[in-house]
């Protein structure tokens, strides 16, 4: 198995790169993740899954091996294919993916264009207990920072704010201080609107 490639940045687009290591250029598909995390620089080192059918050989490439490690979870449960996969670590963070995962939250996986109801919880059911003991999340801190985070974009789509701007806001306010009151978190986010 080809576990990275390091060479030179020859393409970069959204959906895939092009490494040249060594007079072979490898094809790589990646997520928007990836991409926002891949510098402008010649020399570039990215993590892969190759994923071998019969009819082809596909190289996914990944910023990190958590990235990577979260797509070979999600691509083991039963209906998610490395497509929507790719998708959820296009739209999700992978560490959201890990807490939505972790804490049951169906309504964020279910949000994730091509997945519904039933995979979404198939997919919490079959990971849940494995991220659980692999990143070693203490569920009721997430949750709170779930809880409070909901309900401060809530209130502010009462107040008539954007909610993908209320969004982007509080999560930065939530990372940066990750026990913030709700108050706290809305007087912030008022702040900088």
Do not use: W
């Not at 393409?11 to 997520?31: A, F, H, Q, R």
């Amino acid at each position: 198995m080809i576990t990275h490639i390091q060479g030179k940045l020859v393409e970069k687009n959204p959906t895939d790169v092009v490494i040249d290591c060594n007079g072979v250029g490898y094809l790589l598909n990646i997520s928007l993740h990836t991409y926002s995390q891949i510098p402008n620089q010649e020399n570039l080192k990215l993590y892969t899954h190759l994923q071998v059918k019969e009819d082809s050989h596909t190289l996914f490439g990944f910023s990190s091996i958590a990235e990577r490690e979260i797509f070979r979870l999600l691509i083991s449960v039963s209906g998610v294919g490395a497509s929507i996969a790719r998708t959820m670590l296009s739209s999700l963070t992978p560490k959201q993916v890990r807490e939505g995962i972790a804490v049951g939250d169906v309504a964020l996986i279910q949000s994730i264009k091509g997945i519904g109801a039933k995979t979404a919880q198939r997919v919490i059911l079959d990971l849940k207990d494995k991220i659980l003991k692999v990143y070693d999340i203490d569920e009721l801190s997430t949750i709170k920072s779930n809880t409070n985070k909901d309900e401060a974009l809530s209130a502010l789509e009462v107040l008539g704010f954007n909610k993908k701007q209320s969004e982007r806001l509080v999560d930065k306010i939530i990372s940066n201080q990750p026990d913030s009151s709700l108050e706290f978190i809305i007087k912030e986010a008022l702040k900088n609107l």
